[in-house]
């Protein structure tokens, strides 16, 4: 019964930590490494999950513009901001991003396909700010 009980409480506490949903992926998709871009240009236009710390918002035209200080994500998909960032990466939105919400220092998540190196395109708003 202990046994039991245990796995049931490990299976709700593993439910309850993960990543927002509108920067969810199915099981077993590849996403590229942080550090997999930084090393190599060859992952263009495939996926990416990053997280950080946005240092800087900027609406143009036809798209947002988002610099972030990129930290590894936790299993919540929060950034670990217990340590220096290991670097930027830039996020660029056809959808604008109010700058009131997504402004400087808050922490963030974004899922979106490899632009160019160290930039995310986000075909459709997929970011997660947490408070």
């Known amino acids: ?59 143009h035209k036809e798209t947002t513009q988002l610099d972030i200080l990129y930290y590894p994500a936790s299993g919540d998909g929060r950034p670990k901001t217990d340590e220096e960032p290991l670097g930027r990466f830039r996020v660029y939105s056809d959808t604008f991003l109010d700058p009131a919400i997504y402004k400087q220092g808050k922490s963030i998540t974004a899922l979106g396909t490899i632009a160019k190196k160290k930039w995310l395109k986000l075909a459709t708003l997929n970011t997660s700010i947490q408070h």
């Open 1 to 59: 019964m202990k046994k039991l009980l245990l796995g049931l409480l490990s299976l709700s506490l593993s439910a309850c930590v993960s990543y927002p949903e509108n920067v969810q992926v199915a099981e077993g998709t590849n996403l590229v490494s942080y550090t997999d871009v930084v090393e190599s240009s060859a992952h263009i236009k495939q996926l990416a999950r990053w997280s950080g710390v946005i240092a800087e918002v900027t609406n």
